[in-house]
């Protein structure tokens, strides 16, 4: 996240912006590179498009993957996806500053050969017409029956293993690498990706796959073809009149989850910027949210017009009270990567006013200190903190016993210390740290 200021009429103006490049549906095969792989040219172009990305589109804050990572689940394909996002981070830093990775789960990252009889049985469950009782059942196998819990989360034994060095699994998952118990875990991921203003910009990976398997909406077979289920925990979650919210999950709701209706009005009435993959065409619409279908970056469908490589640029901005964003989308020609004009778009959204509550009000509406402190100066002690020389960070790090891990990268560091904060609201004692 960079931050400027301009001056019109007299008047400071915050200019606040997120980068993000979006990309989905890469679709990794074990082995490319060899005469059979169709796309290790347009890979290298697209490596090379980055470069005009660095230098002419500012830099890039985070990367989200909105699933489909690997094509069938196996550890080899996320060796290979690894090297690949390692070429893309090293072109897209920037005066020393690398973006963070982020992803969630599509249906080609699961291996689905595993536990296929048993999880056949459990997706019955839950791909019922009624998601009162799948919701149930879950809560239930949540709270005490790990074992079925981890053989839904089997086939994303490798996913997890990948997306465990991005900061992008659930509580459940984390566990389950760990052999923790996975009593009461969260099934949904959340992190924060900057500040807009007075805003928090928070992102929340949603697992839309625990139902997935080989009769995905299938069309050969309608007898047991079925769509998606998404508990109503993953995104069970409270937003703050501070707090802008960013959704990633694979599969569109409306066409392929169950329930679609409910959860697409829970979502309109959670998140104002929704992202999704899985249907390899790129889009975007506003309404009282923004909603922006990824397309994929190794489409499987070489030989139909409608599909072809894209990946997105998306700039978050606040200016007062509303929310802009810009999409910029670049298109795989044949030859090379170029303006993709229908993908291009400007939308902006109103957000709810920020928190002005005078100190009196505050005062009355709080319980305690602590929860005044809270309303009023946690933005303002992040920012400081962020803005901090890593010496400075590690120093207040180890003060509060958090130990700077230095196989991650320094902004993943500061968000996991930030997180740590958060849970066990030591706000008051960190802006001592900092003096402010």
Not at 252 to 280: M, R, V, W
Not at 411 to 428: G, P, Q, T, V
Request: charged fraction near 30%; include cysteine.
């Amino acid at each position: 996240m960079y931050l400027t200021f301009c001056v019109i009429n007299n008047s400071t103006i915050n200019i606040n912006m997120i980068k993000i490049l979006q990309i989905s549906d890469i679709h990794f095969h074990a082995f490319p590179g060899d005469d059979e792989d169709e796309y290790r040219n347009m890979r290298q172009k697209f490596l090379e498009d980055l470069d005009y990305v660095r230098e002419h589109i500012s830099p890039i804050d985070t990367i989200l993957i909105c699933g489909d990572i690997a094509f069938s689940g196996k550890k080899e394909e996320y060796d290979v996806a690894r090297g690949f996002i390692k070429e893309i981070l090293i072109k897209l830093t920037k005066d020393g500053k690398q973006p963070n990775v982020f992803t969630v789960p599509g249906n080609h990252d699961k291996d689905r050969s595993v536990y296929e009889e048993t999880r056949y049985v459990l997706n019955k469950i839950l791909t019922s017409d009624k998601s009162s009782d799948a919701n149930v059942f879950i809560n239930k196998i949540r709270k005490s029956e790990n074992e079925t819990l981890k053989i839904l989360y089997a086939p994303l034994t490798e996913y997890n293993s990948f997306a465990s060095d991005f900061s992008s699994i659930d509580d459940v998952a984390a566990s389950i690498i760990k052999g923790e118990s996975l009593e009461s875990k969260k099934v949904t991921y959340s992190r924060t990706i900057g500040t807009l203003g007075d805003y928090t910009v928070s992102l929340h990976g949603l697992n839309s796959t625990l139902s997935s398997d080989r009769y995905d909406s299938s069309i050969t077979d309608r007898e047991k073809s079925h769509k998606l289920f998404l508990p109503k925990i993953a995104y069970n979650q409270v937003r703050t009149k501070n707090d802008i919210f960013v959704s990633v999950v694979h599969h569109p709701i409306e066409d392929f989850l169950i329930n679609a209706s409910n959860i697409t009005e829970k979502f309109d009435n959670l998140y104002h910027i929704q992202l999704f993959g899985h249907i390899h065409k790129q889009s975007s619409m506003a309404d009282s949210n923004i909603k922006i279908y990824s397309g994929a970056l190794q489409p499987d469908e070489q030989d139909e017009t409608d599909y072809f490589p894209v990946y997105n640029i998306i700039t978050l901005d606040v200016v007062d009270s509303l929310l802009s964003v810009e999409i910029i989308s670049r298109k795989w020609n044949g030859s090379q990567f170029e303006m993709y004009p229908k993908g291009a778009a400007n939308h902006t959204i109103s957000l709810a006013p920020k928190d002005t509550w005078s100190p009196d009000e505050k005062a009355k509406s709080a319980t305690s200190k602590q929860e005044v402190f809270d309303m009023d100066n946690k933005y303002k002690i992040q920012k400081r903190f962020l803005d901090c020389e890593l010496s400075k960070k590690k120093s207040v790090m180890k003060s509060f016993g958090f130990e700077y891990d230095k196989g991650k990268k320094e902004i993943s560091n500061s968000l996991l210390f930030i997180e740590s904060i958060e849970k066990d609201n030591k706000w008051s004692e960190l802006s001592e740290k900092l003096k402010i």
